[in-house]
C-alpha cells in the first residue's frame, strides 16, 4: 500500500525519486532560454527567444516559451523611451533625397546610409557615426570622436569602404532633415535600438568607456546575433551569409 501523501515515507519517497522527465525538460530549456537571454544583453522578449531555441535545434512552441520565460522571470528589459517632443528642420545642405525612403535593396554594396548621434558620458558628449548596408542592416562602418564633425562620419566611411571593397558605386544616403525619423529611418531605428537596450540602461565615466560598449553592442551583438524581422529572423551577419549558400 504506497504511503498516504504527507507522512513521512511519502516525503521518503518523494526525495528519492528524481525530477519528473517534463520537469527535467522544464529546467533544461529555461536554462536554454536564461543563457540566450543574457547573451543578448537581457534585451529580448520571448519571441526571440522561442526563435534562438528553433535555431538550436529544440522543438517548442511560442506559448510554451512564454510560459518558461514568465515563470523564470525573463522579460525584455530596454531602456526609457524618447521624450516626446517637436523635432523637425530644414535640411543644413541643399542635396537631392535621391534614396527616396527606398530602404530595401536586392543586393549587398548598392546603397548605405549614414547618420550621427551623441552619448552622453561624464567626460562630455562623444559623437557616434555610422554606415549600414541597407541590403542586410549590417552595420559595416562606425567612429566615435568627441566632437561632431565631417572627421567623423569620414571616418565611418572610410571603415566601411576598407571592410567591404566595394566593386562597383554605391549610393550613400546621410541624414536629410535633423530629427526627421523618417527620411533616414533605418540609421535612426539602429540609434533607437543601441540607446534602448544599451546606453540608457548605464553610465559611462569616459568617451573610452562608451567606445569600449559601443563595440561591444555593434561588433559583438548586433551584428553577429541580434536577429531582425526583415531579415527572417537572421542576424545581419547570418543574413548575409545565407545569401551567399
Known amino acids: 500500500m504506497p504511503p498516504s501523501a504527507g507522512s513521512p515515507e511519502w516525503i521518503y519517497t518523494w526525495l528519492k525519486n528524481p525530477l519528473s522527465r517534463r520537469a527535467n525538460e522544464d529546467k533544461r ?5 536564461l543563457k540566450a537571454w543574457e547573451e543578448s544583453g537581457k534585451v529580448y522578449g520571448y519571441r526571440k527567444l522561442h526563435d534562438d531555441l528553433l535555431d538550436q ?11 518558461l520565460t514568465r515563470l523564470a ?26 534614396l527616396d525612403r527606398q530602404f530595401d535593396v536586392a543586393a549587398p554594396d548598392k546603397a548605405w546610409v549614414t ?11 562623444a559623437y557616434l557615426a555610422v554606415v549600414i548596408d541597407l541590403y542586410s542592416r549590417r552595420v559595416i562602418g562606425w567612429a566615435m570622436q568627441s566632437r561632431q564633425t565631417t ?17 562597383d558605386k554605391v549610393l ?11 527620411d533616414n529611418a533605418v540609421a535612426e531605428s539602429f540609434f533607437n535600438l543601441l540607446k ?14 562608451a567606445r569600449q560598449d559601443v563595440f561591444d553592442y555593434i561588433e559583438m551583438f548586433y551584428n553577429p546575433k541580434r536577429k531582425h524581422v526583415r531579415n527572417g529572423m ?12
Open 73 to 98: 522571470g525573463i522579460k525584455a528589459q530596454i531602456g526609457d523611451k524618447r521624450r516626446p517632443g517637436i523635432y523637425g528642420g530644414r535640411p543644413a545642405v541643399a542635396i537631392d533625397n535621391t
Open 172 to 182: 550613400v544616403h546621410s541624414m536629410s532633415r535633423r530629427g526627421n525619423c523618417h
Open 57 to 67: 535545434g529544440e522543438m517548442c512552441c511560442p506559448n510554451r516559451v512564454a510560459c
Open 29 to 33: 530549456q529555461t536554462d536554454l532560454l
Open 115 to 125: 547618420d550621427i548621434t551623441y552619448i552622453r558620458t561624464c567626460e562630455g558628449f
Open 151 to 167: 572627421d567623423v562620419v569620414l571616418q565611418a566611411l572610410l571603415m566601411a569602404v576598407w571592410r567591404r571593397k566595394p566593386k
Open 234 to 245: 537572421l542576424s545581419p551577419v547570418e543574413f548575409e551569409r545565407q545569401q551567399k549558400i
Open 196 to 209: 534602448r537596450e544599451r546606453i540608457r540602461r548605464r553610465g559611462y565615466r569616459s568617451r573610452d568607456e
